[in-house]
């Protein structure tokens, strides 16, 4: 985790680097083959997205599974969360960096720390819960005789 002089919480850094992906994959439309969207369901809360190939400036393949499962776990607090969807947007889609990103949005930047924090654990959550849906979704279904495994 990267820990922040003075932060009371700290970035949950394999999130992080799912939401460096997101963006990258994001910026390029969704764009792939991977049967997901082809264009991120946040795209239009940004104008510049189509334009860049990069994420700061660096070309990085993007994982677009991972990046489209993102994408579902932070469109699904959009409603109830808006204040975490505008960080990650402020930061990760218009790398507005923390400073800026809290002055558009009328806060501190310790709040906007806090709430790239909160996203991190929002995410996180949403991601462990699913994991534990497909489980139990493939414990029932062995249960019930279907499905297993091609080496058995």
């Known amino acids: 985790m990267q820990?922040?002089?003075g932060a009371t919480?700290?970035?949950?850094?394999?999130?992080v680097k799912r939401l460096e992906n997101w963006a990258l994959w994001a910026s390029r439309g969704g764009a792939g083959s991977g049967g997901y969207a082809k264009q991120s369901v946040l795209a239009d809360w940004v104008s510049d997205l189509w334009e860049?190939?990069?994420?700061?400036?660096?070309a990085i393949p993007a994982f677009e599974e991972e990046a489209a499962e993102t994408d579902l776990a932070i469109t699904s607090f959009k409603?109830?969360?808006?204040h975490l969807v505008r960080a990650l947007l402020a930061l990760y889609i218009q790398e507005l960096g923390v400073q800026e990103a809290a002055?558009?949005?009328g806060c501190a930047a310790s709040t906007m720390h806090a709430r790239l924090d909160q996203a991190d654990m929002a995410i996180a959550m949403w991601l462990n819960?699913?994991?534990?849906?497909?489980l139990r979704?493939?414990?029932a279904l062995k249960a019930k005789g279907i499905g297993g495994s091609f080496t058995t």
């Open 9 to 15: 919480m700290a970035r949950i850094s394999w999130v």
């Open 129 to 134: 819960d699913r994991a534990d849906e497909r």
């Open 3 to 5: 820990q922040r002089q």
């Open 137 to 139: 979704l493939r414990d």
């Open 79 to 82: 409603e109830t969360r808006p």
């Open 52 to 58: 860049r190939g990069s994420y700061n400036s660096v």
């Open 103 to 105: 002055r558009r949005d």
